[in-house]
């Protein structure tokens, strides 16, 4: 049966394509007509798909990118949540007025800033505030040439005027070693400083460059008055002080003006870190669980045995640079047995009769070197004839002591004479590096007939025992890069601190004084070398190793770096990507 005329008046198609379809399917059968209407159907349906999916992608397409301008551009958003820094120290400074600090910590790199400033890695002396400067062949003459964008954070320009104040400021306290070279200071105009010195002084720059000459603001300071250095404190640095409450914590902010860091630093401002808090957290133990439990993001002083496990957890940091300090023990010259003529003696019996080696290695894990001699190897004074090395000797030791007439009368392993047992009594602070330290010596010192009593304090306690001056003799540890550390804690003229020994020989005050104006560096170093092998020879203290500075720090804490130093103090590179959560 035919249907082709009937289906074609049926279709709503156009006159050409039905006369075109009328001729083709004369004679179809309808099951083949049927089957071909479907797929003409079909190639329409498809069509008119084809454009309304392009249509589609072109809606989608617009939208997706009205979208992403929208979410970047237009989009109104929650600020972003600041980007906190804690760290857990163990002390902080004494006073934040550069004038009369005599104990600095690193909050001070982030409000001040220093007149030059010394690259970390390559120790080359850069620009600081001062963008370079030249010196006269005979020494004599120093001109800074000062950036001219840095402000004190009150607003106030940094210019020559009130870095010329801020340094002579330090003739007032006991930093004024170290400008005592400059006669004066002129300010031939607002960004040129010049220095007229007494006598060339080889060791300028390096003081220039430390927190204990960093750069106040005269304003700040005049208004503030006495509340200065406790309560307030104004410098240009990259951070500004929030707040400090003593004993707690202290709080610094973000400076988002400061633009002006220096050269070696990847970014030179402002920080990419809002805020850091210090929390001030004596007691090693509370620091270590509170690390532990991500209550401070990042420990300065981690001890050695803490350190090897930390060096095991992938989400942790630790950084280890060469120290630049000592532990020793000292000794109270002023009191028995030190102020008589067995005092140097029993002194020379104890540095002859303590293993260093086994210090270094058992008590800090590998994080310290054997001590011989007075000064670090950082510094080039370390290096002097081996003949006055304390070498482990013990049954030199006791020979001095026998020599002498310590001898042990009634066998109870003490030694005595004249009726007075050898017993010494020995603060020291609550460190646990500290206190397993001197439990060895102990050990170590009762096999040569010399008996040791610990007595053990928070680091607070500790210190206002040395500046009351009860102590007999103490263990501790210093820090610094520099031969003039002899100066400081032997020098005559600073009893009773920082010269907690109380040592006061007139001879080596002298030298010392000769070294300290030595015209040059190579005369200055030989100078102290002398001064070096002298405080030896007296014993000034005995050295027992040199402790490797460690910080341990959470992986989202970046930008790092160790120094000579320790950890790098300016934080213009440091960052934080998002903790990851707990």
Not at 224 to 236: L, N, Q
Not at 243 to 250: D, H, V
Not at 400 to 420: F, H, P, S, Y
Request: proline share 6%; hydrophobic share 40%.
């Amino acid at each position: 049966m035919n249907f082709s005329g009937n289906i074609l008046k049926e279709c709503s198609m156009s006159r050409c394509f039905a006369s075109y379809t009328v001729e083709f399917c004369s004679g179809i059968e309808a099951k083949t007509l049927y089957m071909l209407f479907y797929f003409y159907g079909f190639l329409g349906v498809l069509m008119v798909s084809r454009r309304i999916l392009l249509v589609l992608v072109l809606v989608i397409i617009a939208a997706s990118v009205g979208g992403y301008i929208y979410y970047q551009f237009l989009m109104p958003r929650p600020p972003a949540k600041p980007k906190r820094l804690i760290i857990a120290i163990s002390s902080e400074p004494d006073t934040l007025d550069i004038s009369k600090m005599t104990w600095a910590t690193t909050i001070l790199a982030d409000i001040y800033d220093t007149l030059v400033t010394q690259d970390p890695v390559t120790l080359e002396f850069k620009d600081g505030l001062a963008e370079r400067w030249e010196v006269s062949e005979d020494g004599l003459k120093w001109t800074f040439y000062l950036k001219k964008d840095a402000r004190f954070h009150d607003g106030t320009p940094v210019n020559a005027s009130a870095i010329a104040w801020s340094l002579m400021k330090l003739k007032e306290g006991p930093s004024a070693y170290m400008v005592d070279a400059i006669e004066k200071i002129e300010t031939p105009d607002p960004y040129t400083l010049v220095f007229i010195m007494k006598r060339p002084d080889a060791n300028l720059l390096w003081n220039l460059a430390t927190v204990y000459m960093c750069i106040m603001s005269p304003s700040a300071y005049q208004k503030y008055g006495e509340e200065y250095g406790t309560k307030y404190a104004v410098g240009s640095g990259p951070f500004i002080l929030k707040e400090w409450i003593k004993g707690e914590r202290m709080v610094v902010v973000r400076n988002p003006e400061y633009k002006w860091g220096p050269s070696w630093c990847k970014n030179r401002g402002p920080a990419y870190i809002d805020e850091i808090v210090y929390r001030i957290v004596p007691e090693e133990t509370t620091r270590i669980m509170m690390f532990e439990a991500r209550e401070v993001d990042m420990l300065l002083e981690v001890p050695p045995h803490k350190a090897k496990e930390y060096e095991k957890n992938p989400d942790v940091t630790v950084l280890s640079g060469p120290g630049y300090g000592t532990y020793c023990l000292w000794f109270n010259h002023e009191v028995w047995p030190w102020n008589t003529t067995d005092g140097i003696i029993i002194k020379k019996a104890i540095a002859y009769a303590i293993d260093r080696e086994a210090i270094a290695e058992h008590v800090f894990f590998g994080y310290a070197d054997p001590a011989y001699v007075l000064l670090p190897p950082v510094v080039p004074e370390h290096d002097i004839p081996e003949e006055y090395h304390f070498k482990y000797d013990p049954e030199y030791a006791k020979k001095l002591l026998e020599e002498a007439g310590w001898i042990d009368v009634d066998g109870d392993g003490v030694r005595e004479k004249n009726g007075r047992k050898l017993i010494l009594k020995c603060l020291a602070h609550d460190a646990s590096e500290i206190v397993k330290t001197i439990e060895v010596v102990q050990e170590q010192l009762a096999k040569i007939g010399i008996k040791i009593e610990i007595e053990v304090y928070d680091w607070t306690t500790f210190h206002d025992k040395l500046r009351a001056g009860v102590q007999q003799m103490y263990i501790r540890w210093w820090y610094w890069p520099n031969a003039d550390i002899l100066d400081w804690f032997f020098h005559s003229r600073m009893i009773p601190f920082p010269n907690h020994s109380r040592f006061n020989d007139t001879e080596f005050d002298r030298m010392l004084e000769y070294a300290m104006k030595a015209p040059t560096w190579e005369e200055r170093v030989a100078r102290f070398k002398n001064c070096h092998i002298y405080a030896i020879q007296k014993v000034v203290w005995v050295p027992i190793v040199y402790p490797r500075i460690i910080a341990a720090f959470y992986n989202y804490v970046t930008g790092v770096k160790m120094g000579i130093w320790g950890v790098v103090d300016i934080k213009l590179d440091w960052d934080i990507k998002p903790a990851p959560a707990l």
